[in-house]
């Protein structure tokens, strides 16, 4: 994959970083998730909600059924991009029951394999434009939209410069071009006042994937969920951007040194996702992972499991509390409020 970039970039010239962004996760020779390796789950390179804990699917089953009560629809459907392994999609449709179709979309290969096999019930599909439109339900996301590639902006005196990729004695390097219009457009509108040397990350395609999805309902909710903030709460993070990688559960070396090799993610620019859905005629709200959970039933359902452990300590099953416990350790862990209570949730209604 390096060397191929390498080749792409001596023949052609620098690169803007979504496009090596875009080839390194998703090319189709050597992308990070184009491979037949599935790479979200416990054995893989992050481990995300859905794969700490069932009962976050679960818990998203309540919302799903509110909504439908909300738009008066007895069979929902469910969408879920960036659908991993179907770790969230699977305890969501077992505890939901009746559903009016469900789509899976996945740009990964072995994640689209895994798909089939655990939920076999829906429609795979490699891309969001392969989802029916006029949709009556709910469209899911979670830490999708950190995966999706970015351009790189960096606060100069006069405004911005953008980061592109190069090659200098034989290794990728960035390389500072001027900014184009909708990269210093989109800068200007929401990376706030940062100060000059500040890299931003111009999440332009984030923004188009939200406004398509909004696009996608008649009627229902998008719920997008993942790491990142507004503006104001980004900005002490802009000094040196928030890109990074990750491989095999730790943060990996500079983007460019090992593409193909290793995730590449970023903060949400949630202040911006909100405004392309609002601008899509959606009615947006912004809540933390830990209370949108705990206002869906999810600590009730937490102490429920408590009781069951101290039933079975008394009774004396001993796996059976093991594995309560762990569950309930599992459920835990998707409310601490420094690590996946901290994550965001936007949900977009239409
Ligand atoms: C970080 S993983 C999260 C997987 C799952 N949602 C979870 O929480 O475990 C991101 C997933 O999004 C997929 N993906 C990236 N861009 C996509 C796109 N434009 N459409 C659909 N899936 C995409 C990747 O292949 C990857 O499986």
Redesign the pocket.
Known sequence: MRDALIARIEAGGPMPFEEFMGAA??GPAGGF?AGPV????KEGD?L????VSPLFGETLAGFVRSEADRIGETEPAVV??????G??LRPLLDALGRVGGVWA????PA?RAALAGRVPEAAGV???GRVPGGLRGVIL????L???PAALAVRIPQGWEEQWVGVADGALVPVGVPARPEVAAWADAHAGEVPVGSLVEVQIEAGE?VAAAVGLLERGALVVIDYGDIAEGLLPRRAGGTLRTYRAHHLGPDPLLEPGAT?I?MDVDFAALMAAAGAAGAEVSLHRQDDFLIGLGLEDRLAALRRRELELAATGDAMERLRIRSALADGRTLLHPRGLGDFRVMIARV
């Open positions: 996760l998703y998730f599935l790479r979200s789950e992050f995300t909600s859905p794969e879920e991009a960036g659908a991993g392994s770790s969230l979309v996945e740009r990964s994640a490699e891309d969001l996301a979670n830490e999708l950190d995966n999706l994937w995730d993610t």
